[in-house]
């Protein structure tokens, strides 16, 4: 089993920026890629970003690209999500994910783990 515990989450203005950690506990050499997710009020959970095990390879969603920067630290076993030039849009809860499985996807249900979420409000 892996654990993962999100933090970093807060109320930022539009135009700022927060940075999401993710630590990994547990069996951690199971997993080959991590991603973030987010869920916004009222809507589903969509996929954000995406990191493969050596953090070389990532992968986002149109809507956070070229603000956001996710990467890994596998000594330490933790993710990290940059969010920079937020939008009252990027509210949510994020979540993040472990996927022990190579292949990319931005489906939730294929990923194998996850943690308890972290608030992200922007306000405008």
């Known amino acids: 089993q892996v654990q993962l515990v999100e933090s970093g989450g807060g109320l930022v203005q539009a135009g700022g920026s927060l940075r999401l950690s993710c630590a990994a506990s547990g069996r951690t050499v199971s997993i080959y890629r991590m991603g973030w997710f987010r869920q916004a009020p009222g809507k589903e959970r969509e996929f954000v970003a995406a990191?493969?095990?050596?953090?070389?390879?990532?992968n986002y969603a149109d809507s956070v690209k070229g603000r956001f920067t996710i990467s890994r630290d596998n000594p330490k076993n933790t993710l990290y999500l940059q969010m920079n030039s937020l939008k009252p849009e990027d509210t949510a809860v994020y979540y993040c994910a472990a996927r022990k499985a190579v292949l990319y996807t931005t489906r939730e249900g294929e990923y194998d783990y996850w943690g308890q979420g972290t608030q992200v409000t922007v306000s405008s």
């Open positions: 990191i493969n095990w050596g953090g070389g390879i990532t």
